[in-house]
């Protein structure tokens, strides 16, 4: 084989392991949290208008799809929207969302908190910390990571209320 042909072909390899690695990063970055999923203004303005907008990774595209097509009894309370934004929110979330198993809810239930990643993060939590007053709830991400509302759930930015 002549050089140019063997400099080339080791180029080619090197991009492509290149582009490898930075998908591998990029996706490990996002599962992590240390990668923002791209906005979308009515999946913050509609489910942020309640709770903060659960970053899409969090649960997988069956339970978004499922959760979406229930929001007349969204956790005892009627979260209806009008169709377009309800396809638009539901294709965001389907898109975005977690898949590797950590994210699958147990028993096929639509609650964050019972995910493998939920339980595993926060199980030393004492029953106490769910209960303060500033808590109140395993779904107030907010009263802890002081960055939950931009998705970001780092230890670094973890204030647990005393």
Known sequence: MDTKRRWTLDIA???IGLLASMVLIAHEAMASGRLATPPNAQWKTECGSCHIAYPPRLLPAQAWHRMMS???K???TDASLDPAAAAE???YL???AGSSRRAQ???GGLRITETAWFIHEHGEIPPATWKHAAVRSAAN???CHTAAEQGDFRKR???IPK
């Open 13 to 15: 390899a090197w991009v």
């Open 70 to 72: 229930q929001l007349d």
């Open 74 to 76: 969204h956790f005892g």
């Open 89 to 91: 929110i539901g294709a």
């Open 94 to 96: 389907e898109r975005y």
């Open 105 to 107: 809810p147990a028993a």
């Open 141 to 143: 991400c907010a009263a």
């Open 157 to 159: 930015n973890l204030r």
